[in-house]
């Protein structure tokens, strides 16, 4: 890895087949429910508008899709207005009837803490796990993930 490159990984298992849980990350009505909406032509190449729907005051943002193998990978450049480029990727393995998300944020490493993210992030699976079982997923300002260390 890159000196100048941080890399957040975390892990999850969804009790759901592979094809369901990529539905959730890839359908703008089913991301709606975890992460936000967006707007666009989806494929390789192609930006899409995500509104990160449980951020209140949340503008929409432009998502590069960089790579897409469904229903296993998808890798996305998320464009943010004061802080550089952030790659996220997303790799799905079936194992029995349930699915292993390996989700990777890579980006350049920043002069201060990013603890804020990876508890932004774990958020953001704890309501993919959620949203999967039908249940309403956690709320921001009463948040504890369940560890801080990626």
Do not use: Q
């Not at 666009?40 to 899709?65: C, D, Q, R, W, Y």
């Not at 932004?120 to 997923?137: M, Q, S």
Request: aromatic share 8%; net charge negative; with cysteine.
């Amino acid at each position: 890895m890159d000196n100048d490159e941080i890399r957040l990984e975390l892990r999850r298992e969804y009790p759901d087949a592979i094809e369901d849980v990529w539905s959730a990350l890839t359908e703008s009505d089913r991301t709606a429910r975890w992460i936000g909406t967006w707007t666009g032509e989806p494929g390789v190449g192609n930006t899409i508008m995500l509104t990160m729907t449980a951020e209140k005051g949340s503008e929409p943002g432009p998502a590069v899709i960089r790579e897409c193998d469904p229903p296993k990978r998808l890798a996305m450049d998320l464009h943010n207005t004061d802080e550089p480029t952030w790659r996220v990727e997303l790799t799905l393995t079936p194992h029995g009837d349930r699915t292993v998300l390996d989700f990777v944020h890579r980006m350049p490493r920043p002069d201060w803490d990013t603890s804020d993210i990876l508890k932004g992030w774990h958020f953001y699976l704890d309501r993919l796990g959620a949203a999967l079982v039908g249940e309403p997923g956690p709320e921001w300002d009463t948040y504890t993930p369940p560890s801080l260390e990626a």
